[in-house]
Nanobody, 119 residues
Framework: QVQLEESGGGLVQAGDSLRLSCAAS????????MAWFRQAPGKEREFVATIKWNGGSTSYADSVKGRFTISRDIAKNTVYLQMNSLKAEDTAVYSCAARYSIAYPYDYWGQGTQVTVSS
């Protein structure tokens, strides 16, 4: 199993930047990919970005492309989400997730971290 813990959320103003971290522990050597999701009040959870654990290829939601960057530090078992040019609509609880295969759903989730962007 994998345990995930997010950090780095907070209250910022529109246009500011913020970096989220997701530290993984446990059976990290078997991770296929990790991802960031977010859920705003009254809305469904939505995909933000993903990165393959080996190789580091990435993918982004159209709403964050060009503003957010996902990266990972294998030595630290940590995935980051650098968020630039934040907008009020980016306000949400951000959660990281991991899975062992593309054929499986995301089975492992962190507790989430709140990001609030004031306009």
């Amino acid at each position: 199993q994998v345990q995930l813990e997010e950090s780095g959320g907070g209250l910022v103003q529109a246009g500011d930047s913020l970096r989220l971290s997701c530290a993984a522990s446990g059976r990290t050597f078997s991770i296929y990919n990790m991802a960031w999701f977010r859920q705003a009040p009254g809305k469904e959870r939505e995909f933000v970005a993903t990165i393959k654990w080996n190789g580091g290829s990435t993918s982004y939601a159209d709403s964050v492309k060009g503003r957010f960057t996902i990266s990972r530090d294998i030595a630290k078992n940590t995935v980051y989400l650098q968020m630039n040019s934040l907008k009020a609509e980016d306000t949400a609880v951000y959660s990281c997730a991991a899975r062992y295969s593309i054929a499986y759903p995301y089975d492992y989730w962190g507790q989430g971290t709140q990001v609030t962007v004031s306009s």
